[in-house]
């Protein structure tokens, strides 16, 4: 767990707001939390029921990996949308979406956004879920707060709503920003994990990907959708692979009915999840109880170049992995070098290390050494990078 101490007032809010709710962790195995270790601790695991300005502000800074939030998306609807057969629409009138006009839209939306980058570590990353009404606003002010933004993602819906009236586009997409807490933040990003997901094809920054319908949709007592703007696990699931390792916490400061949870917890990362509404806490801790945790073995991200080991090769010329005298070539075997005994290759008049020595044959500015020579063992020619798994 993250040690930070917190203020008295979270340990009186947590205790009186969430004891009913936090009747047993996330995790079957785990322990509930002791009114003495929320005092102290980042609460992992859990769901804190308030206002997610008030709480996240009780929260110790530097703390979350990755934070997932859907605000309200302020869609400003004038009356009943009706369809074609005059049965009502169940869209999104909830006062929770309802904002005097833009400048107060826009002052909540700096303040939780403040908070947001306060708690995130410093190479830590943000994903933000919008729709025109707002997004663009999301975007411009947390540049203006020193978020550096890494990529826009378009999630096409394969089953929008229709629009009724025949008077737009059909609204197919909501956008996803996706931003480092600053410009110089190394950011985790599992390419290898995204590129195996999509066929072995690099990921696009569009996404298909299916509204939330059918059993995961959760639904009241009376039958109707519990939250009008549920995202479908497939989306968190996406996300979380692709920016966050098996370990890392996840904060959700709009938890809604509990998807990034449930999925954090699939997928074992901790979260900390925030939602005032008390319905939505208690059906997202039913679904969270109810979720999986996949098998240990089966979580582990597919390493990137990035996540190589550095290994000097002079070291493996040290070890007798690769021996003096190795004759090592390009992959058509059209270039050949020679590896000497403190590490560098020779090639003609060009002596240098992998790499000075690849640039110069090809008359290339920079090279990756390490796929570019390549040595024949038992008939197959294989790359030199191979060796630094040994």
């Avoid at 997901?197 to 939330?212: A, E, G, K, V």
């Avoid at 059906?283 to 990137?304: C, F, H, L, S, V």
Wanted: proline share 6%; hydrophobic share 40%.
């Amino acid at each position: 767990m993250t040690r930070a101490r917190l203020p008295c007032c979270l340990f009186t809010c947590l205790l009186t707001r969430m004891r009913d709710d936090l009747q047993g962790s996330a995790f079957p195995d785990r322990t509930p939390c002791k009114a003495l270790d929320i005092s102290r601790d980042l609460p992992l695991d859990q769901i804190l029921r308030g206002d997610c300005v008030e709480m996240m502000r009780m929260l110790p800074s530097a703390s979350v990996h990755c934070v997932f939030a859907d605000p309200p998306y302020n869609l400003q609807l004038r009356g009943e949308l009706r369809r074609p057969d005059d049965s009502l629409v169940d869209g999104v009138d909830d006062d929770w979406d309802r904002f005097a006009d833009f400048g107060a839209y826009d002052a909540f939306t700096r303040t939780w956004l403040t908070e947001v980058r306060r708690l995130l570590r410093k190479d830590g990353t943000l994903w933000v879920i919008g729709s025109y009404h707002n997004i663009f606003r999301i975007g411009a002010i947390l540049q203006d707060l020193g978020f550096w933004i890494l990529n826009d993602v378009i999630w096409r819906k394969s089953n929008p709503m229709p629009n009724f009236r025949g008077r737009r586009f059909t609204n197919a997409h909501e956008t996803l920003i996706w931003a480092a807490r600053q410009q110089d933040s190394r950011y985790r990003f599992n390419y290898a994990a995204m590129k195996a997901l999509n066929d072995d094809l690099q990921m696009r920054s569009d996404w298909l990907i299916p509204l939330c319908t059918g059993e995961e949709r959760l639904k009241n007592e009376h039958g109707l959708k519990l939250h009008p703007t549920q995202k479908p696990e497939a989306l968190l699931h996406r996300i979380l692979l692709a920016s966050t390792m098996a370990g890392d916490v996840i904060l959700d400061p709009f938890l809604g009915s509990g998807t990034s949870a449930a999925v954090a917890k699939r997928l074992h990362r901790h979260f900390v999840g925030i939602e005032r509404h008390p319905a939505y806490v208690e059906a997202a801790w039913g679904r969270i109880r109810r979720q999986k945790a996949a098998p240990t073995e089966a979580i582990e991200a597919t390493p990137t170049r990035r996540d190589t080991p550095r290994v000097a090769f002079g070291s493996l010329v040290e070890r007798g992995l690769i021996l003096p005298g190795v004759i090592l070539t390009d992959k058509q075997l059209r270039v050949a070098a020679t590896v000497m005994a403190d590490g560098t290759l020779s090639c003609g008049p060009h002596r240098g290390s992998i790499h000075q020595v690849g640039a110069a044959v090809q008359n290339a500015p920079s090279c990756n050494g390490w796929t570019f020579w390549h040595m024949t063992r038992e008939g197959v020619v294989e790359p030199i990078d191979v060796l630094r798994t040994v």
